[in-house]
């Protein structure tokens, strides 16, 4: 069965902190895993990684993917208050499915 | 503008009742989606489209119905039948299929049951 695996569940870090949120994989005919940010509603993408060891950036996100190791993990650095929200990782796979890990809850105290 | 709006915002059924949610977008995308997303979990996909008039099942579709008449809609029945309805249902479209990699959501409708 196809799953997506975030880890940790929910992390509380200072502001200023930087952090790794990671998600691990086991998806049949891997297209591409994706990145979001959901604050109080509807999730927002980020970033959609597709080639194993290219880092995607923006700002003090970033991103990166290990295609052999099946997981990838999400950098902020020097965070913010603002950044205060849960991430989601998903992956497209076979039939063109999206499927989505239970996201890591990150809140920043000021 | 372009986006996806969704409507209601908040949504009560009582216990027996049919209820739909509307979903539309004017981004001209091909493909639509459904989530159900509740507390603790992910995102669970109810339905996709990749285009009018077809519609597949997703990993929950049992107790919902959809239909795909016209690109820019895809309203989401939730029937009786679906016995543990309350949840935050989010619509979201794509491109098309083979650049689906982009999914932009609408901004969901909580459905309560009374």
């Known amino acids: 069965e196809d799953k997506v695996v975030q880890s940790p569940l929910s992390l509380v870090v200072h502001e200023g902190d930087t952090v790794t949120l990671n998600c691990s994989y086991e998806?049949?005919?891997?297209?591409?895993l994706l990145w979001y940010k959901q604050e109080k509603k509807a999730p927002t993408f980020l970033f959609m990684l597709?080639?194993?060891?290219i880092e995607k950036k923006s700002g003090r996100l970033s991103s990166i993917l290990d295609k052999k190791e099946l997981f990838s993990i999400l950098n902020i650095t020097a965070t913010q208050t603002g950044d205060s929200a849960v991430y989601l990782c998903?992956?497209?796979?076979?039939?063109?499915?999206?499927?989505f890990g239970k996201g890591t809850r990150l809140h920043i105290l000021p | 503008d372009g986006g996806i709006t969704q409507s209601p915002k908040y949504l009560f059924r009582k216990e027996g009742q049919n209820v739909t949610l509307s979903c539309e977008q004017n981004?001209?995308?091909?493909?639509m989606y459904w989530y159900r997303q509740d507390p603790g979990q992910g995102l669970r996909l109810i339905y996709y489209?990749?285009?009018?008039?077809?519609?597949q099942k997703g990993d929950i579709a049992e107790g919902y119905s959809v239909s795909r008449e016209k690109k820019e809609s895809f309203p989401l029945t939730v029937t009786s039948a679906q016995k543990n309805p309350t949840a935050f249902y989010l619509c979201?479209?794509?491109?098309?299929?083979?650049?689906?990699?982009?999914?932009?959501f609408g901004p969901g409708t909580r459905l309560l049951v009374l």
């Open positions: 979201a479209s794509s491109i098309g299929v083979l650049l689906q990699e982009t999914q932009y």
């Open positions: 998806v049949t005919n891997f297209r591409s």
């Open positions: 597709t080639s194993s060891g």
């Open positions: 981004l001209n995308h091909d493909a």
């Open positions: 998903a992956v497209l796979g076979r039939d063109d499915k999206i499927i």
């Open positions: 489209s990749q285009i009018v008039n077809d519609f």
